[in-house]
């Protein structure tokens, strides 16, 4: 089978979804379809004390349902970054690796990214090097609705049962709860964090 997945933009994305990128043999980010709210094109999850947190990434304002992806800007006049890290800081600070990537995550933050496809595709790349993944990311030259012979992430994300356990910063209180984004996993398992998504699919017996 041709293990080539399609995946919408994203910043953080859930394990599931890392899970497929990790055992694909080609990636192709979709750069070219319209944005779409609500979605993991400007969302991620973390886990504090309550239990899972959304977070978005805020946008200018307008339609932006309605624009190319590639045309979607990040707003300026909005000190989200700030307040987002301070929200991540309270869910990680006690967690093993925080100390180890909080920093570096700030400084992408900081950046004065100009568009939302910008600062998702340095996110990513953010967590594929400090979990010492060898994913290679290509992008779409066009728009196309379907694809044959691949996996199609852009609306609908396979569900993955029973994922594997690891130990999480709250779960004293809130017990394991699994398929948060990624950015958890790497908090607390570090750079193990690619040895759990590589087992993933074959420990479920999927295949793309």
């Given at each position: 089978?041709?293990?080539v997945?399609i995946?919408?933009s994203?910043n953080f ?14 990636i ?8 779409q709210?609500r ?5 991620y999850?973390i886990?504090?004390?309550?239990g ?12 932006n ?5 590639s045309?979607?800007l990040?707003a300026?006049?909005e ?9 991540i800081k ?12 909080f920093?570096p995550?700030s400084s ?7 568009s939302l496809l910008e600062f998702?595709?340095e ?11 060898k ?9 196309f609705?379907n ?8 609306s ?8 594997p356990?690891y ?6 209180r ?9 950015l958890?996993?790497l908090f ?12 993933i ?8």
């Open positions: 089978m041709n293990k997945v995946s919408p994203c994305p859930s394990i599931t979804h890392m899970a497929y990128l990790v055992g694909a043999e080609k192709l980010m979709e750069t070219n379809e319209n944005y709210k979605s993991s094109r400007n969302r999850t886990i504090d004390h309550y899972i947190k959304t977070l978005s990434i805020q946008l200018q304002k307008g339609k349902e309605q624009l190319p992806i045309n979607v990040i300026q006049d000190n989200w970054q700030v307040q987002q890290l301070r929200t309270t869910a990680y600070g006690k967690s093993p690796y925080f100390e180890y990537y920093e995550l992408v933050f900081h950046k004065n990214h100009q998702n595709l996110c990513l790349q953010f967590f594929i090097k400090h979990a010492q993944l994913v290679t990311l290509s992008f779409t030259s066009d728009y609705k694809y044959e012979n691949a996996l199609d992430l852009r609908n994300i396979p569900n993955i049962n029973s994922l356990y130990a999480q910063v709250f779960e004293d809130l017990e394991f709860i699994p398929n948060a984004s990624v958890d996993l607390c398992c570090g750079p193990a964090a690619g040895s759990y998504l590589k087992s699919l074959c420990l479920a017996g999927v295949t793309i």
